[in-house]
């Protein structure tokens, strides 16, 4: 076990530790985008249920793609949270996502708030505050 915890982000707290979790998860998600449009049709369900979805293979590569550039930023986060620069793109990384779904659900339309969508808002959300509120403890 003490093998495999050596490669788990050696920063105290568990901000790091989760910073990687959501990098594998998102590294998952994005080939899932490549392989399949059934998840993020999930997220991006349209305006109404009756409504067929607006993903397109080409919108699920794409986000996909944007997906995995987050997954390395974030990546890199984990190990490197004490470095300001580092700590700040993850951030953004998190408050662009966060912009992203919100503008989607409230001002385009395209995402409704169901299980599908549920999981990546309370992840940029909850991300995004605890990022904030333990700036000092990692950056200070």
Do not use: D
């Not at 392989?35 to 991006?44: D, I, M, Q």
């Amino acid at each position: 076990m003490s093998s495999l915890t050596s490669y788990l982000p050696q920063s105290e707290g568990l901000l790091p530790k989760w910073l990687l979790f959501i990098s594998v998860v998102s590294l998952a998600n994005s080939v899932q985008s490549y392989s399949t449009l059934a998840a993020t049709r999930k997220v991006y369900a349209g305006r109404s249920s009756s409504s067929s979805s607006p993903v397109t293979p080409l919108s699920a590569r794409t986000f996909g793609t944007w997906t995995f550039i987050t997954a390395i930023v974030r990546l890199y986060a984990a190990y490197r949270v004490n470095e300001k620069a580092w700590y700040e793109i993850a951030m953004w990384t998190y408050g662009v996502a966060w912009g992203h779904f919100v503008s989607e659900w409230l001002v385009f339309g395209t995402v409704r708030l169901n299980a599908g969508s549920a999981g990546p808002l309370c992840v940029a959300t909850g991300s995004l505050v605890w990022m904030w509120s333990q700036w000092g403890y990692y950056v200070g």
